[in-house]
């Protein structure tokens, strides 16, 4: 690595940083949007449609209409099961593509693997990196090729469900009145769909205009999701708190149109080379022979894994950061192929890179003292990467300003705007980029809790933390799947990956329960302890370490306790789970399963 590089100066350096954002109260910093702060949550896209109450019994019921929702539909339909209900909060299919329709929203992993089911829909993604309408159009895609909208139950929230062990079906309840029952019943609510609020005092007294990114209101800035003009910010100051990945996509567009725009930051993202580009069809038509997207899938997963792969299909952000890592790993001395040489040479490759980002802040930044609040220090692994060409230029427009707020976050609002270190920022507008609750309780985060053989809660169950079979089943909860990548793949670069594999899986034994005339399917006690064995064989880490920078990574930079110790996927990785999970639902046995 180059010699400029003062390693140890740099270590200091990012454990300084990471010192100022520790803070005692870690998740409970965040608001949870009730009472006056519901609105926060109204959906601004679609009206909500009077109907009757449902009570009605269906094969399958699938809680969530996004991508999990979709491809586990659309399997169980290509399985033979007619009747799939989807019950979804948004206004339509999407999940987090209905809801996050900020301008400039677009995937952070080449839409080739991101987008799924794009062979059996036929669609060709526009771009390397398509933009959220289209992703949201896909989503609408699969819904209509697969015929899910006909059982669909939009702007519904589930309350209540309830396993009957006499009829063995659950019996599921929504805030719409419904009262229907189905023979199983999945749950892919995501890790990311409940807005949060910063707890910053005086959050209540803004009486000017504020909403979250994830309901973003097209009606006060003008523009459009593709990307129009925000023409109703000329005139207008504007504060956008938070600088994660979803402020680094809008704060160029709203840098273009408002008068004045004020980015609140507590922790700089890094942010990496984007590149986009449209896709030439040509290129398509002779690489999208058939089976292409599982091949690329599989690529992508090797490569940003570490599994073997000869060639890089995919070529985006996140398989580059995992070859960077490995080829300096290739490239060690014999003598130093130890566990230790290892980490050193990713550290090394690390610092490198990091280095790389801060020096793209200096080559593209005008203002030297913007430039050097814009720059991360930490590891590029310790919060979400972020990649786009634009971003950094936007501090470059004469009314965008960076308030950073070194590392303590924004002090106080007002009635008329926003303070930091006792300044006051007047504004009319603030928009909350602040993200989502991850680190809180599934049950409470899904809005329900389901209650199993006996009555037993989900919460309960998993008082001490998560508890699953292959992230997947749950025992005392019978005909419930659980479709996310936790306990699983936890394949974090690309999501979806994760949900469609789920899906056949769930289809297979859906299928094969129907098949055999079986009405109960439930994962044995000892099974289940068995796979947490497994998990706790490995390294037992949450996504990034304690000693990163804080953030919802590492749950807020606290040691993880009973809760978060099992928030981890297979030890051997993502390719060895997909290959286990596959042998596992073809060789027929669906070992671990009581199947009656
Ligand atoms: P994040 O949770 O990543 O970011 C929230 C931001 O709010 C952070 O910058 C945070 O600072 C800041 N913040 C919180 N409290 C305060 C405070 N009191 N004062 C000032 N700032 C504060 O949310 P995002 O919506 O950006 O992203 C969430 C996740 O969604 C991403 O990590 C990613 O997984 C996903 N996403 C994916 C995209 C894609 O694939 N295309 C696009 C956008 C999002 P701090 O960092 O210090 O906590």
Redo the contacts with the bound molecule.
Sequence with gaps: MSTTVDKDALKEKYAEERAK?LRPDGNDQYLRLTGQLAHYLDDPYTPVAEREPVTDHVTVAFIGGGFAGLVTGARLKEAGVTDVRIVEKGGDFGGTWYWNRYPG?????ASFVYMPLLEETGHMPSEKYAHAPEILEHCQRIGRHFDLYDDALFHTEVTDLEWDEARTRWIVRTNRGDAFTASFLAMGTGP?HVPKL?G?PGIEDFAGHSFH?SRWDYEYTGGDPSGAPLDGLADKRVAI???????V?CVPHLARACEELYV????PSSVDVRANRPTDPEWFKEMATPGWQQRWLENFTANQTGGLATEDLVMDGWTDLSTRIRSRIAALPPEEQTLEGMLAAYEDSDFEKMEEIRARVDSIVTDPETAQGLKAWYRQLC??PCFHDEYLDAFNEPGTHLVD?DGQ??ERITERGVVVAGREYEVDCIIY????EVGTEYTRRAGYDPAGVDGVRLSEHWAKGMRTMHGIHVHGFPNLFIVQPTQGANLISNVPHNLTESARTIATIVAHALGEGAGRVEVTAEAEEAWLDLLRSGPGRSLSSPDCT???YNNEGRPADSDHALFVGHPEGAVAFFALIDRWRTDGHFTGLAIT
Excluded: E, H, M, N
């Design positions: 954002r929203a677009q995937c952070d992993t990311l910063p910053i990114t708190i938070g600088t994660g990945a979803t402020s996509q609140f930051q507590r922790t919060k979400r707020t976050g924004v980029a602040s993200g989502f804080p953030g919802y």
